[in-house]
Each structure stands twice: as structure tokens, then as C-alpha cells.
């Protein structure tokens, strides 16, 4: 097993009570490990009791990159959200903890 911020990196951005990731692989030859491993399911059980809705996946094949979608994930927006940094960087942190 091993975190995926040893073979991508991420951006993140936001709009609302939505967040984008996305996962970029660093050499293009582990992109079908993202592809393979990082679903849609597999985000929103990482970020459970941070997103209450849907997840979803884009795939970017020309950048080696998976774009997500997590809907409802900012707490009424990163403006209005009380919770401290729960967006941009902490989240794409958190999605590069993950273990594959």
C-alpha cells in the first residue's frame, strides 16, 4: 500500500457547497493505477462526514488526471462555513492521504 501523494498531485477549487479535485498522476504510466483504484465510491467514503452528497468522476485521460465533483462538501460555501479551512488545499491534503 501507498498514499497516493507519492504518485500524483492535486488542485482543488470551489464554487458554492462544491468542491473540485483533481488528481494528477505525476508519470503517466500510473494514471490506470488512479483510474483503477481512486472511484467515485472510494472518494466519498474518504471524505465521509465532510461531503453529504454526490461524487462525481471525470476522467482526463490527454493529462493523466481524474477530475471529482464532491456536491454539498463546503458547509454552505467556503464564505459562509464556520468550520475552519474545510476547503482548497485541506481537502486535496486529505484526498492525498488516501491509501491504494
Not at 62 to 85: E, I, K, P, W, Y
Given at each position: 500500500m501507498r498514499k497516493l501523494r507519492d504518485i500524483a498531485h492535486s488542485r482543488t477549487g470551489d464554487k458554492g457547497e462544491t468542491s473540485v479535485i483533481s488528481l494528477i498522476a505525476f508519470d503517466e504510466a500510473d494514471y490506470p493505477l488512479l483510474r483503477a483504484h481512486v472511484t467515485a465510491d472510494?472518494?466519498?467514503?474518504?471524505?465521509?462526514?465532510?461531503?453529504?452528497?454526490?461524487?462525481?468522476?471525470?476522467?482526463?485521460?490527454?493529462?493523466?488526471?481524474?477530475?471529482?465533483?464532491?456536491?454539498?462538501?463546503?458547509?454552505?460555501?467556503?464564505?459562509?462555513?464556520?468550520?475552519?479551512?474545510?476547503h482548497g488545499k485541506s481537502l486535496s491534503s486529505r484526498l492525498l492521504d488516501m491509501e491504494i
Open positions: 472510494r472518494v466519498r467514503k474518504h471524505f465521509a462526514g465532510i461531503v453529504q452528497g454526490e461524487v462525481v468522476r471525470y476522467e482526463i485521460p490527454s493529462l493523466g488526471a481524474l477530475n471529482f465533483v464532491l456536491h454539498q462538501a463546503l458547509a454552505g460555501g467556503v464564505t459562509r462555513s464556520l468550520a475552519l479551512d474545510a
